[in-house]
């Protein structure tokens, strides 16, 4: 009996730990780090070494206990570098605490109410004749395209955003990385 007991815990470890490795390998890794398809929008957003500044804004902006809910959403996450992208100090302003709801109109122009992966939205683009209108939660108007096989998020300023890594399913909806921060109209 002793030797089938490490036996049987190391087998069950061994499906264990491929369950897990199952469950995420459908998923592209995000800032070096696994995303699993059964943790929820900032769960698996706090585990990405790329999107800490994103992070912070939810939580400057209150926004932690929404996208932890029952969505579906969809995120146009942008990282670390598309915040430093901004005009200098820009970052800064809008997590101080007088500036909440201008921050949380810019994060929530960044989130659409539905699961929609890169196919259905560039099915979208296609059956609009190349052009589709993304309305936001925050109440913008993003216009996508599609640049060969990459998805382009043109702003309300005029700015564009391109994602980098597309279709991160999570449980409550989706992620998709992208270049640069899109900006609500003045």
């Given at each position: ?103 949380a109109k810019v994060l929530t122009c960044h989130v659409v109410a539905a699961d ?22 925050g109440g913008c108007v993003l216009k996508a395209k599609m640049d060969g096989d ?27 990385v992208i270049d640069k921060v899109l900006l609500p109209k003045a």
């Open positions: 009996m002793r030797k089938t007991t490490p036996t049987i815990v190391a087998a069950t470890f061994a499906v264990g730990s491929f369950a897990g490795f199952a469950f995420a390998k459908d998923n592209p890794m995000v800032g070096g780090a696994a995303m699993f398809a059964d943790k929820n929008i900032v769960e698996n957003a706090m585990n990405s070494k790329d999107h800490t500044t994103l992070v912070a804004a939810v939580k400057a902006a209150d926004l932690v206990e929404t996208l932890q809910g029952e969505g579906p959403f969809t995120v146009f996450a942008p990282t670390n570098e598309a915040f430093e992208a901004l005009p200098a100090g820009t970052v800064d302003k809008l997590l101080k605490p007088e500036n909440k709801e201008q921050l929609a992966m890169s196919d259905a939205i560039g099915k979208m683009i296609s059956d609009d004749g190349g052009e589709h209108d993304v309305k936001t939660v990459k998805i382009m998020l043109t702003d309300e300023t005029g700015g564009t955003a391109t994602v980098t890594i597309a279709d991160v399913d999570q449980s409550n909806g989706v992620i998709h």
